[in-house]
């Protein structure tokens, strides 16, 4: 069965610092990949997709991910960590004409002073 | 302002006592569907719909009951609850059926079923 990886339910990093939270996928069928955002108490927002076209994806908020297709991987990262960005963070595929999604089950992200 | 709404936003009731969430979406959008979100598993989907009259189940359909009789609403029925149906629920809707589609949620309904 396919399915989605996100590595640590929890990630602690220090405001102004790097900002690396992990997806794989398994499939060697190019997906759609998507990263989520779930601020506190509210619904999930798009942060960015991949559809195909450049495999460095800029999103929203600083945040970019790079799709890497030996590595099965689509891993989210942001230079530079702020408070703001401390959220739930959900990796999410779909494969080719199925548009049902296979969500990872999330990463909080937690910003340290 | 585009948006999804879902009411209520959050409701405690017992275990047996019939109950729907409501879903409304009002940019047009083809696709919804339901999701359930539980701690350490990510989101389930429960049910969807391609367009009017169009549902299908998703991963996690026992339990529940969804009807698509206009384009803009996806109620979602627990004819019968039961505590282990103790969730944050979310309806998305999408603009068309296609994988790379963005889903916009809604802002979600907590459910305690006592």
């Known amino acids: 069965a396919q399915s989605v990886t996100q590595l640590g339910s929890h990630v602690s990093v220090s405001e102004g610092a790097l900002v690396l939270l992990r997806c794989n996928y398994s499939?060697?069928?190019?997906?759609?990949l998507f990263w989520y955002v779930q601020y506190p108490n509210q619904g999930l927002q798009l942060l960015l997709k991949?559809?195909?076209?450049a495999t460095l994806v800029k999103g929203i908020n600083g945040f970019e991910a790079e799709f890497k297709k030996s590595e099965t991987s689509f891993h989210l990262t942001k230079p530079s960590a702020h408070m703001s960005d401390a959220a739930e963070y959900f990796c999410?595929?779909?494969?080719?004409?199925?548009?049902?999604?296979?969500w990872g089950a999330g990463t909080k992200l937690i910003i340290k002073p | 302002e585009a948006q999804v709404t879902q009411n209520p936003r959050y409701l405690i009731t017992v275990t047996g006592k019939k109950l729907t969430v409501t879903c409304s979406q009002n940019?047009?959008?083809?696709?919804m569907s339901w999701y359930r979100q539980d701690p350490g598993l990510g989101l389930r989907q429960i049910y969807y719909?391609?367009?009017?009259?169009?549902?299908d189940k998703g991963d996690v359909p026992e339990g529940y009951k969804v009807s698509r009789k206009e384009k803009r609403n996806f109620p979602l029925i627990l004819e019968s609850p039961s505590p282990n149906q103790t969730s944050l629920y979310f309806c998305?809707?999408?603009?068309?059926?296609?994988?790379?589609?963005?889903?916009?949620f809604g802002p979600g309904t907590r459910l305690t079923v006592l």
């Open positions: 940019m047009n959008h083809e696709y």
């Open positions: 999410a595929v779909s494969w080719g004409s199925n548009y049902q999604l296979i």
């Open positions: 719909s391609m367009n009017v009259e169009v549902t």
């Open positions: 991949y559809t195909s076209a």
């Open positions: 998305a809707s999408s603009t068309g059926t296609s994988g790379y589609n963005e889903q916009f």
């Open positions: 499939s060697s069928v190019p997906p759609y």
